[in-house]
């Protein structure tokens, strides 16, 4: 069978999710086609972390329902997040990502509880040069990480918040096997000159906790590996820096961590209380503090507005915690109603014009203050759709 693989997305560390549905079908015999006018199937990876990435998807699948029809079959995050709106656009096929085992009996032979290899996932650097790369590869998503050698280390996360619509569809968290981790990490560097790596997962702070390690056993014993090793973290929870305090301002100063991705959410105490987030202002402004005292500024964040109840005096201090600290990057998220998270039943609902106000405040600001802004219907973010929707990389045979 030929089959079309297309991914759309946000998320870096679902391109292991792509390979594994990518390697496996070749392993069944199946052909990737670069082409969907060539296939017999079209599989596409879907994405609704927010309003703008689930409109985006809605929008490609409806498209691609309307040209090849009943070829299209909608995998990932939006068939768990908003199967509502999923199913007023599109009428075809659709498949959660917890249920993914339905998709590969769709292409094998095997039982559906016949394990599906799946090796960890490593890729070296896409480019040396990522300015020079993007001028001459435009339609390409290029990532900050991918200058790196990107690492998935886990996936999902154990954490309840209130707001996340993302619990929806990922599955039990899980640390991949450490001593895999190291060999392939191994095996990478003997194969490129880099020496830096981009650690990847849904909660990568976490790692560990669920096979008797610990996210700081992982990164001494890659960096033990070679003395020129150097890490960046993403999708970091404040809690878990502050579970090994010591130990991250310790790589920090020793320059084995260079970046770290650390989502506040908010500045105010009342509204990460209602949104469940597992640590407190004061412990933001502790590691933010210790970032300041080792004049370590390479760290970006995400932040919620207009969550339920959310005041203007609780969107202030979140504005005022991030210009005293200075992220180089912030992604503002408007809130995202979803049916089954818990914070649906809130009350205090913030009108949509007063969030609206608030982004273009925050943006502004953030702006004045040379803090990059990535929000909905930004620049930043509309490239990225377009670059999701022509990259093809995932498109073509085996590397």
Known sequence: MKVFVKRLASCIQRNE????????????GHEIVKNPNESDIIIIWTCAF??????????????????????VIAIGCLPDIDPVNLHLSYSGKSIGWREEQKLFSLFSSKSN???IDRPVYIEPPVCDDIEAYKRN???????FYDQFIKLVICEGCPYKCSYCTERLTFPKFKSFPINEIIQS????????SCRTFAFLGDCTGEYGNDIGSSIIQLINNICSLDDKINIALSNFNIKNYMDYFDDFNSLIGRRKIFHINLP???????????????????????VFNSFKDMDFNSFDT???????????????????????????????????????VTSYNYGNKVNQEVINERIRKAVSIFSENNIICNYEGSDLINSRFARLKSDDRWSCEKK
């Open 50 to 71: 927010r309003t703008d990435a689930r409109d985006n998807s809605l929008q490609y699948i409806q498209q691609m329902e309307n040209e090849y029809q009943n070829k």
């Open 302 to 340: 995400h932040i919620i507005v207009g969550f339920p109840g959310e005041t203007d005096e609780d969107f202030n201090k979140t504005i005022e915690l991030l210009l005293l600290f200075k992220p180089k990057y912030v992604l503002i998220s408007a809130y995202l109603e979803t049916l089954k």
């Open 185 to 192: 990490s191994s095996d990478m560097i003997k194969k490129t």
């Open 137 to 143: 590869n435009k339609s390409a998503d290029l990532h």
């Open 113 to 115: 509880n016949d394990p």
């Open 264 to 286: 506040i959410q908010s500045g105010s105490d009342r509204v990460l209380q209602q949104m469940e987030r597992p640590y407190c202002v004061s412990d933001i402004i502790a």
């Open 17 to 28: 999710k792509i390979q594994q549905y990518r390697d496996f079908l070749l392993s069944q």
